[in-house]
């Protein structure tokens, strides 16, 4: 993978000035953040490179058959709901795709689900990854450990796969890097 620009940087991660004492990136639908302690400086060439080579080395993780996928339309997205959903036993109350900023979905006690519409870009163990975690929130509304065990039961993978989530989100940031392209298409 081609060595990043480290003055580019901006272009691909939001930073965020934080009280705290290290560095976090966080990988998450609208993409890459960096939470800083207040007294770290973004221009920072050696902050810069090792944010590149973190990004890189989660996008080298991802697994070639990942790397590119068919976007889906929404309705087969509620078709493969449904047929997680009858997997699981469950039933949710409602299903929306919308744009989300911090989270890949969410599940409220109603039962009402909402998918990242991210979602729609994604490979399928990704996205199935994602339909069988929310739906599973129908059960469990915690991330506690009768939800791991649900979740492994109902996937034994699911770990690889959230691994996987993060690859391809670092992949997809940096070849908009590569392109030239800001935050702002999204």
């Given at each position: 993978?081609?060595?990043?620009?480290?003055?580019?940087?901006?272009?691909?991660?939001?930073?965020?000035?934080?009280?705290?004492?290290?560095?976090?990136?966080?990988?998450?639908?609208?993409?890459?953040?960096?939470?800083?302690?207040?007294?770290?400086?973004?221009?920072?060439?050696?902050?810069?490179?090792?944010?590149?080579?973190?990004?890189?080395?989660?996008?080298?993780?991802?697994?070639?058959?990942?790397?590119?996928?068919?976007?889906?339309?929404?309705?087969?997205?509620?078709?493969?709901?449904?047929?997680?959903?009858?997997?699981?036993?469950?039933?949710?109350?409602?299903?929306?795709?919308?744009?989300?900023?911090?989270?890949?979905?969410?599940?409220?006690?109603?039962?009402?689900?909402?998918?990242?519409?991210?979602?729609?870009?994604?490979?399928?163990?990704?996205?199935?990854?994602?339909?069988?975690?929310?739906?599973?929130?129908?059960?469990?509304?915690?991330?506690?450990?009768?939800?791991?065990?649900?979740?492994?039961?109902?996937?034994?993978?699911?770990?690889?796969?959230?691994?996987?989530?993060?690859?391809?989100?670092?992949?997809?940031?940096l070849a908009a890097l590569k392109?030239?392209?800001?935050?702002?298409?999204?």
């Open positions: 993978m081609p060595a990043l620009v480290p003055g580019s940087l901006h272009a691909l991660i939001r930073f965020k000035k934080m009280n705290r004492k290290s560095v976090a990136i966080n990988i998450g639908p609208a993409g890459v953040e960096v939470r800083l302690p207040e007294w770290a400086s973004t221009r920072d060439p050696q902050l810069r490179e090792d944010i590149a080579k973190h990004l890189a080395r989660l996008a080298q993780a991802l697994p070639p058959h990942l790397a590119t996928s068919q976007p889906l339309d929404r309705a087969a997205l509620a078709q493969e709901v449904a047929a997680w959903a009858e997997r699981l036993q469950v039933q949710p109350a409602r299903i929306q795709v919308r744009h989300l900023s911090t989270r890949w979905g969410s599940c409220t006690s109603r039962g009402n689900l909402t998918f990242s519409d991210r979602i729609l870009d994604m490979p399928d163990p990704l996205r199935q990854y994602l339909i069988c975690h929310e739906l599973i929130h129908l059960r469990v509304l915690n991330h506690g450990p009768q939800f791991r065990r649900l979740l492994t039961q109902a996937m034994p993978d699911w770990k690889q796969r959230q691994e996987w989530l993060a690859s391809w989100v670092a992949r997809g940031e392109l030239g392209r800001g935050r702002a298409g999204r």
